[in-house]
């Protein structure tokens, strides 16, 4: 029942900028720590930004001073600004949800179904 759905994807050139959303939809108590994830061809999937429920960030150093994570409670979204692209941004980029469906229950992971990034030289 619970879905996220990613959009902002696309096809962008070497210093641009785009914004990725991620949007949680479905019956849940609580959202806890939200990131971002990406997968280049032929590489595993590897951790971009982190953010907690209390607003805590954490980064891999590739993307430190580039990107920026942030999270709106009310809309249940995460989203990801990512300024000066590289060609080696280039990647499917996932988002991840910690969703605690029930008061009293465990939380449990959920991914988006992945947008691609292309960013050209």
């Known amino acids: 029942q619970v879905q996220l759905v990613e959009s902002g994807g696309g096809l962008v050139q070497a210093g641009g900028s785009l914004r990725l959303s991620c949007a949680a939809s479905?019956?849940?108590?609580?959202?806890?720590?939200m990131g971002w994830y990406r997968q280049a061809p032929g590489k595993q999937r590897v951790l971009v930004a982190t953010?907690?429920?209390?607003?805590?960030?954490n980064y891999a150093d590739s993307v430190k001073g580039r990107f920026t994570i942030s999270r709106d409670n009310a809309k249940r979204t995460v989203y990801l600004q990512m300024n000066s692209l590289e060609p080696e941004d280039t990647a499917v980029y996932y988002c991840?949800?910690?969703?605690?469906?029930?008061?009293?229950?465990?939380?449990?992971?959920?991914w988006g179904q992945g947008t691609q990034v292309t960013v050209s030289s």
């Open positions: 991840n949800v910690a969703i605690q469906k029930y008061v009293s229950s465990y939380t449990n992971d959920y």
């Open positions: 479905g019956s849940f108590f609580s959202i806890n720590a």
């Open positions: 953010i907690t429920s209390g607003g805590s960030r």
